[in-house]
């Protein structure tokens, strides 16, 4: 079993939907949960991260863990064609992060 | 915004041939990293450094050597560059920030390297 797991989609919503992305993990040992957003042709850049379990709120976006679930998702609101990006999932293992093999967003307007 | 570059951005090359990416940044990070990324794939990471004249290696097996000679100039280098290694390379660097995650990783732009 990989220690992250996505769905590598691809999603296609419209413009100003609420959009939900979603990654489950094996280790309860993990702590730190990242959301990375890589436009084409670009590296990752980090957008958001959370502790545990919870909620985190980032204007239209939200991080949430469910640490009794192992489950971590992503959800933005009000999905802009901007956002079109593949979003990967991480998390902190010693030195290195672990990934999710990402999720395609496509938004249409 | 990071400030993290590597070159080229992309490379097309023979089998056999050695190659070195460039990877440099100007935060004064210490910890730099290597990931390779196939697509659909996972990053994962090949080496990784704590500083000047420390390197190791990643979880995932890499013909790939690196050297940090200066803490802001992280190369990559393949002796022999064959098929196998076409991939895209992404150079990362990391600081601690306080009441985050201990690695919050910033990452170049990547390099494509397709090795025919």
């Known amino acids: 079993q990989k220690e992250v797991e996505q769905d590598p989609g691809p999603l296609s919503v419209p413009e100003g939907a609420i959009v939900s992305l979603n990654c489950t993990y094996s280790n309860s040992a993990f702590q730190y949960f990242m959301w990375y957003r890589q436009y084409s042709r670009k590296g990752p850049e980090l957008l958001m991260y959370t502790y545990s379990s919870g909620n985190k709120e980032d204007g239209r976006f939200t991080a949430q863990v469910d640490k009794s679930s192992k489950y971590i998702s992503l959800f933005i609101r009000d999905s802009q064609p901007s956002d079109s990006a593949t979003y990967l999932c991480?998390?902190?293992?010693?030195?290195?992060?672990?990934f999710g093999k990402g999720t395609t967003l496509s938004v249409s307007s | 915004e990071a400030d993290i570059y590597q070159t080229p951005r992309y490379l097309v090359i023979g089998t056999g041939k050695k190659i070195t990416l460039e990877c440099s940044q100007t935060?004064?990070?210490?910890?730099m990293y290597w990931y390779q990324q196939d697509p659909g794939m996972e990053l994962h990471l090949i080496h990784y450094s704590y500083g000047v004249n420390s390197t190791e290696k990643g979880d995932l097996s890499s013909e790939s050597t690196v050297s940090r000679i200066r803490t802001e100039h992280f190369p990559l280098t393949l002796e022999s560059a064959r098929p196998s290694h076409t991939s895209q390379y992404l150079c990362?660097?990391?600081?601690?920030?306080?009441?985050?995650?201990?690695?919050?990783?910033?990452f170049g732009p990547g390099t494509r390297l397709l090795v025919l």
């Open positions: 935060m004064g990070h210490d910890k």
């Open positions: 990362a660097s990391s600081e601690w920030v306080g009441g985050g995650p201990s690695e919050t990783q910033y």
């Open positions: 991480a998390t902190q293992a010693g030195t290195a992060l672990i």
